[in-house]
């Protein structure tokens, strides 16, 4: 007897089905990665996948794969409290080494040379028409040139980044954004010190692979623009380090 009821626990979980889900019904969506999706609207599922309507997004279909789920759909049940939720923001910091590459008549000053740089992300939900669903930061340092004459560069970028993944990679979150920037130039030589702030514009793109739900190994190729009244002044940059996220 005792021998019957341990393979009746044991096979009870092999044949049980989540319960199908419900058109028009809310449901939360706990994902592994911790980019969960609260209060969706159920519309219709494939053998892989749910489609629901979000909050903020209007009456755009989003598909969750079943796969990236860290559990069975929570049905929302009216007049029931609603379990706890956590924000369905995301943010994440990363550190980065550059090499950078200068193009025009900047490059006569130095062609390549290393760089540091530092990113800030947040993910939110997706904006309506243009279609980006997290904004970042980046702050860049390169010492372009040392002899005979030193030039510094500090860049500072904000601006939207468009996260998007494949179905092959269900570790990765690949990237691209766009920004303004403003960069800081100290030049030094022998005969005389300046300094100047230029305005400018960089884009990039990238992917963060993730090694578990919050470390993650990043990498990325950007092109930055600096205007200048008397010179063109374009770099272009290849990045890779680390990053953690919560």
Same mark, same amino acid.
């Not at 800081?184 to 990039?204: E, I, R």
């Given at each position: 007897m005792k021998k019957a009821l341990v393979w009746f626990i044991l096979c009870v979980p092999l044949f049980a089905k989540t319960a199908p889900l419900k058109k028009g019904d809310r449901y939360d969506f706990i994902a592994k990665d911790g980019q969960h999706i609260y209060d969706a609207e159920f519309v219709r599922e494939t053998t892989t996948s749910y489609l629901v309507k979000a909050q903020g997004i209007g009456d755009e279909l989003v598909t969750i794969e079943k796969d990236a789920l860290a559990e069975p759909p929570r049905a929302i049940l009216p007049g029931k409290p609603r379990p706890p939720r956590g924000p369905h923001e995301k943010w994440s910091i990363a550190v980065l080494g550059d090499l950078r590459l200068a193009n025009g008549a900047f490059s006569d000053y130095a062609l390549f040379f290393p760089g540091f740089s530092a990113r800030v992300a947040r993910t939110m939900p997706r904006f309506p028409w243009l279609g980006f669903n997290s904004l970042w930061a980046g702050l860049q340092y390169s010492p372009i040139a040392n002899s005979p004459r030193r030039i510094d560069m500090f860049t500072l970028a904000l601006g939207p980044r468009w996260n998007f993944r494949w179905k092959k990679f /269900?570790? @990765?979150?690949?990237? +691209?954004?766009? @920004?303004?920037?403003? &960069? *800081?130039? &100290? #030049?030094?030589? #022998?005969? *005389?010190? %300046?300094?100047? *702030?230029? +305005?400018? %514009?960089? +884009?990039?793109?990238?992917?963060?692979? #993730? $090694?578990? /739900?919050?470390?993650? $190994?990043? @990498? &990325?190729?950007?092109?930055? #623009?600096v205007y200048d009244t008397t010179t063109f002044v374009l770099m272009h940059s290849l990045s890779a380090g680390a990053g953690y996220a919560w």
């Open positions: /269900k570790r @990765a979150d690949f990237f +691209a954004g766009v @920004a303004p920037t403003v &960069s *800081f130039f &100290s #030049y030094t030589s #022998y005969s *005389f010190t %300046a300094t100047s *702030f230029n +305005a400018g %514009a960089v +884009a990039l793109f990238g992917v963060d692979y #993730y $090694l578990g /739900k919050n470390w993650f $190994l990043t @990498a &990325s190729l950007s092109s930055q #623009y």
